[in-house]
């Protein structure tokens, strides 16, 4: 049972546009919530995060939001570039001490068209 | 270069050859982890070592042997796989408990034939 899904496989969307990417999960116990940026032949690259204890996260063109009681958060990119091109890994967390675990979604594919 | 790197980046290996991955982190990093990352599914946690010390074993079948020698260097050992453990194997190693300050590494592409 998948316990962190994005929905969407793929996405494209215009440069300039925003691009908006989901995530929900099931786990109540899931605290931190953390988007992956990864480009073909290369390992996932952390790019922004988020703690239950807020809504929303920014970090220049990115902006993360947490809906604690849906259960769902977003990852805004705005503007999008073609650079941005990339899978999205959404991944959370459990507070539980000693643990190292992430749990990751399947991933968004983004595709941002010059 | 992210700091974690994997070799070899390409394996191809027949079911009955015995090979390894090797990864190694210089970023002072107490936990190494393992990934698999098949086609058209999440991201798999394998194993996680802890200073050293294996902590995480997530049913993973005992075809696959990691090692720990120390805290910079994780190897995962492959003897009789099948055709179903192609993947892309991926490499991670942190500092804290929280996810935050992951760094993966390139991965390893694996074919099994």
């Known amino acids: 049972d998948q316990q962190v899904k994005q929905n969407s496989p793929s996405l494209s969307v215009q440069e300039g546009r925003i691009s908006i990417l989901n995530c929900d999960y099931t786990?109540?116990?899931?605290?931190?919530f953390l988007w992956y940026k990864k480009y073909p032949a290369e390992g996932p690259t952390f790019l922004i995060s988020?703690?239950?204890?807020?809504d929303k996260n920014e970090d220049g063109r990115f902006t993360v939001f947490l809906n604690k009681s849906a259960k769902h958060l977003s990852l805004h990119i705005v503007p999008s570039q073609p650079g941005d091109s990339a899978v999205y890994f959404c991944?959370?967390?459990?507070?539980?001490?000693?643990?190292?675990?992430?749990?990751f979604g399947k991933g968004t594919k983004l595709s941002v068209i010059p | 270069e992210t700091g974690v790197t994997q070799t070899p980046r390409h394996l191809v290996m027949g079911m009955t050859n015995k090979k390894s991955l090797k990864c190694e982190q210089h970023?002072?990093?107490?936990?190494m982890y393992w990934y698999k990352q098949s086609a058209k599914k999440p991201l798999e946690l394998m194993f996680v070592?802890?200073?050293?010390?294996?902590?995480e074993n997530n049913s993973v079948p005992s075809r696959f042997s990691p090692e720990c020698p120390n805290s910079s260097h994780l190897f995962l050992h492959l003897h009789t796989l099948q055709p179903e453990d192609s993947a892309l194997y991926l490499c991670?190693?942190?500092?804290?408990?929280?996810?935050?300050?992951?760094?993966f590494g390139s991965g390893t592409r694996l074919t099994v034939v």
């Open positions: 991670a190693s942190s500092q804290g408990t929280d996810g935050y300050g992951y760094t």
């Open positions: 786990n109540s116990m899931f605290d931190y």
């Open positions: 988020i703690s239950s204890i807020k």
């Open positions: 991944a959370a967390s459990a507070s539980i001490a000693g643990s190292y675990q992430l749990t």
């Open positions: 970023l002072g990093h107490n936990a």
């Open positions: 070592y802890n200073f050293k010390e294996q902590t």
